[in-house]
């Protein structure tokens, strides 16, 4: 069994249950070992790129380095993965961030960007492979129309993140095909939800996921799976409309005959 | 115009202006752009000339959604959104300057706001 790290980060632990709860058991039955590190840290939430803010680092280097002995780190939220891609790879090419990190972590040597980071989409399709989640369906979703909403922190900055075309994805229309669903294509799929904004703007927010919804039902979709708490809440709340929004990995669960262990 | 606060801005941010070459595309594809008073090519624009004050006041510092729309389609890899981001920083660096207050939060609270939204905006709007 491969082993990797896994960081679920603060909004899996409290709003967004479902969304940790179906990916741990569906990488269990999939055969991908899952450990959590210990006291580890929110990541940030986003990533501040500026070239002298070096505590806003430091989370994300714990985070990176506790996951050196196993064969990455995955996560699920697309804000935590978003945070610790960005830092991963601009650490591996800033030495004077990696030294100033060093110095406020007290480490022994710099961490320079050894870890190899993965989404919970990448891990099924670089470690699984699509073709063997195919043979493990059990409950194909027949029939159904599925958008994969990008949203924007999957995909951007790509040099960084490094998924997928960041302006015509597949990833998560590959995955909708391997659980037996059918992608829905539509304009507004790797387009912002309105994010934090949500806080202090009701209306842009609202704005902003009421497009993304629109378009995915102006092509025809059943439903809308993501795999950011954050946009989830977007298009939930704020969009107006009541096309039904999930987790990628509860539509996962549900493939694998998983979703009542979900529940639990 | 203040050379050192420009001069700061440059180096908190790691981007080159001068690479701008106008095309707006910037602004054309940033989501908050109705919202802004300055869009996204005003602010790399309005860094090249020094022209700093007018931004370092305005609401639009709090508009951009950090979305990477900017800085993945700029044909001359300018990177607007870490230019908004070091003006922005710039401004809620200075004492008494953060946009937004914990008092402020259990207001904004509802039963399925996302933590993630919380420590977002904390990092975005305060220092």
């Known amino acids: 069994m491969q082993t990797f790290t896994y960081y679920p980060g603060c909004t899996l632990r409290t709003k967004a249950k479902d969304l940790d709860a179906y990916a741990r058991a569906s990488a269990e039955a999939l055969g991908i070992g899952l450990i959590e590190p210990e006291n580890w840290q929110c990541c940030g939430g986003a990533y501040t790129s500026a070239t002298n803010e070096p505590a806003t680092k430091l989370s994300a280097v714990r985070t990176l380095m506790a996951a050196k002995e196993t064969e990455g780190l995955v996560t699920v939220c697309s804000a935590c993965h978003n945070v610790i891609k960005q830092t991963n790879y601009d650490i591996s090419r800033n030495e ?9 972590l007290e480490l022994d040597e710099a961490y320079t960007g050894e870890t190899k980071v993965y989404h919970y989409l990448e891990l099924l399709r670089d470690v699984v492979g699509f073709d063997n989640l195919k043979a493990k369906v059990v409950n194909p979703l027949k029939g159904k129309k599925i958008a994969a909403y990008y949203g924007c922190l999957l995909l951007r900055p790509s040099k960084a993140l490094a998924m997928d075309d960041p302006e015509n994805p597949s990833i998560m229309e590959d995955f909708i095909r391997a659980i037996g669903g ?6 507004q799929r790797n387009e912002c939800c309105g994010g934090y904004i949500t806080l202090e703007d009701k209306a842009q927010a609202a704005k902003r996921s009421n497009a993304v919804m629109s378009s995915a039902e102006s092509m025809g979709a059943d439903m ?5 708490p954050l946009c989830l809440y977007n298009l939930k709340k704020n969009s107006g409309s009541s096309l039904p929004v999930y987790y990628f990995t509860e539509l996962l669960a549900e493939a694998l005959g998983l979703k009542e262990v979900g529940n639990e | 115009m203040n050379k050192n606060e420009k001069d700061w801005i440059d180096i908190t941010s790691g981007v080159n202006v001068r690479k701008c070459m106008r095309c707006g595309k910037c602004s054309a594809t940033c989501p908050s752009y109705d919202e802004m008073e300055y869009h996204p090519h005003q602010f790399v624009y309005m860094v090249e000339k020094g022209d700093i004050e007018p931004l370092l006041n305005s609401k639009s510092l709090y508009k951009c959604l950090t979305c990477f729309a900017c800085v993945e389609r700029c044909p001359r890899g300018v990177e607007p959104a870490k230019v908004i981001e070091a003006v ?3 401004a809620v660096r200075k004492q008494g300057n953060n946009h937004l207050l914990p008092d402020q939060i259990p207001d904004m609270l509802d039963d399925d706001l996302p933590q993630q939204a919380i420590v977002t905006a904390f990092r975005k709007y305060t220092k």
């Open chain 1, 96 to 104: 004077a961030m990696a030294v100033k990190v060093q110095r406020y």
């Open chain 1, 182 to 187: 059918t992608p829905v294509i539509y304009a």
């Open chain 1, 224 to 228: 809308i799976i993501t795999a950011c």
């Open chain 2, 88 to 90: 922005r920083l710039t």
